[in-house]
């Protein structure tokens, strides 16, 4: 049975289970937990901020019962504001084309899918900055590695059916150095398996995006 999750900061509680309204969570940590099913949904509070949180999903949903994320109320877009939190390592597997090219290391992501299929990701706002820290200009070439949403491939072959829509996102404070590192607003990547033969390639297929709008992001929209 498809169950419906509520998520609203000033009225919820993370010892909720986040079922109605009126038991929903207070964080995205307590969405992190959930082991979510095809077909559920999470809803987040319109005209909440979600200060230094971050969304990780690593379930799947399925082609005709996708996982989805979206909005609830009245008022503007719900806002994730990651602030630098939300740490993942990125390692592609292997040396790129130049030994120059940085190809692992720690990023910073609001929205994460890992390894994920059948997902959709509608009218939420975005950002990730990094204005209050310490060293963390624009050009610092060793600045932390950002995105507002990040979609990996790795070791589960083939990758369908992600849909992002209706998303803003701004303020993304990323490394314009390591320009294979997940950095900017949206950004997709297939990394190598750590078993290839068993799961073959890791690659992606039916990728939707529409209806976003990306500004002020580095180092790529």
Known sequence: ?????????????????GLH????????????????????TVLLRRGCRFEKQFLQLQCSGTEGSPITI???????APCIAADGQGI????????????????????SSAVL???VEHVVIHDIEISNQ??????????APHKMNR????VVAKDKGVRSGITLRNLSIHDVNGNVYDK???NGGIYMTALKPADEKATGVARFKDITVEGCFVYKTSRWG
């Not at 309204?21 to 559920?40: I, K, Q, S």
């Not at 597997?93 to 130049?98: I, M, Q, R, V």
């Not at 995105?147 to 990040?150: D, N």
């Open 70 to 76: 979206g909005a609830y109320g009245e008022g503007c």
């Open 113 to 115: 899918l890992y390894d």
């Open 88 to 107: 993942w390592y990125q390692d592609y597997g292997t040396t790129l084309d130049s030994p120059a090219h940085v190809y692992q290391g720690y990023v």
């Open 180 to 182: 294979h590192m997940n």
């Open 130 to 139: 990094a204005v209050e820290i310490l060293g963390e200009d624009y050009s």
């Open 147 to 150: 995105t507002g949403v990040a």
């Open 1 to 17: 049975m498809c169950k419906t999750y509520y998520v609203n900061p000033l009225t919820g509680n993370d010892e909720n289970d």
């Open 21 to 40: 309204e009126d038991r929903a969570f207070a964080t995205l940590f307590a969405v992190n937990r959930l082991a979510l099913a095809p077909g559920d």
